[in-house]
């Protein structure tokens, strides 16, 4: 098992940012379409996040054209390309998942004031 963890923690990246449930993140995916890879932006709140190690996944929603849209990421994916914070949010529950019955301004989660 040790041994399993010592790969994990080898493949594990470095460089990923410090961001919290309630934060608003933009993710940059790798889209592989045929022989052709682009970088494609996705900006949401994060309602999620789960797992540790190289198993972990967070969850960004938004809402696009009036439909919710929600995405899982794994946070050390190579498709993951970067991840931006844009605002952090200010929330007292480790998972947001109430936000899907709100609508309109009601969905908005408070900034937080960082310094």
Request: without cysteine; aromatic residues 6%.
């Amino acid at each position: 098992m040790d041994a399993l963890k010592t790969i994990a923690a080898s493949s594990v990246k470095d460089s990923t940012p410090e961001f919290g449930i309630g934060d608003t993140v933009r993710v940059s995916v790798k889209i592989r379409e045929g022989e052709r890879e682009r970088i494609q932006m996705f900006e949401g709140t994060v309602i999620a996040k789960r797992g540790s190690g190289v198993a972990e996944t967070f969850t960004v929603r938004r809402v696009a054209y009036g439909v919710g849209v929600e995405r899982v990421f794994p946070l050390h994916s190579p498709n993951v390309h970067d991840i931006k914070v844009v605002r952090y949010g200010k929330v007292r529950r480790s998972k947001l998942y109430y936000l899907r019955d709100r609508v309109g301004k009601a969905a908005k989660v408070k900034e937080q004031i960082r310094k």
